[in-house]
């Protein structure tokens, strides 16, 4: 599976921003979904999840409340709709897969994915 997000950008305190990720290969309700990210220096870490039941989501507790994970199978894309952007949001984001249907709670585990973007950058100025 290849999958190339898109939609990152420099954005003010306080902006919005959504990004998208799209499959090329397979039918994306095939797979639990996930977006994480990683600031220079920091490591990944996880920002949302989607599993393949519709509304059946998981996210971090620093982007819940202003982060939204959601999926439209038809165009074979999952979105990151971000609002209320912080400084600490400032990195680069990666969407990731994996076939079949994990387990929620499990899916904040990097190691859970099978299939990663290539990553976009997201930049919030102060």
């Known amino acids: 599976v290849q999958l190339q997000a898109s939609g990152g950008g420099l954005v003010q305190v306080g902006g919005s921003l959504k990004l998208s990720c799209t499959t090329s290969?397979?039918?994306?309700?095939?797979?639990?979904l996930g977006w994480f990210r990683q600031a220079p220096g920091k490591e990944r870490e996880f920002v949302a999840a989607?599993?393949?039941?519709?509304?059946?989501?998981s996210y971090a507790n620093s982007v819940k409340g202003r982060f939204t994970i959601s999926r439209d199978n038809a165009k074979n894309t999952v979105y990151l709709q971000m609002n209320s952007l912080k400084p600490e949001d400032t990195a680069i984001y990666y969407c990731?897969?994996?076939?079949?249907?994990?387990?929620?709670?499990?899916?904040?585990?990097?190691?859970?994915?099978?299939?990663w973007g290539q990553g976009t950058q997201v930049t919030v100025s102060s």
């Open positions: 990731a897969a994996v076939s079949g249907s994990p387990i929620l709670s499990t899916m904040w585990a990097a190691d859970k994915y099978y299939y």
């Open positions: 290969s397979r039918t994306i309700s095939d797979y639990a």
């Open positions: 989607s599993r393949r039941s519709a509304g059946s989501t």
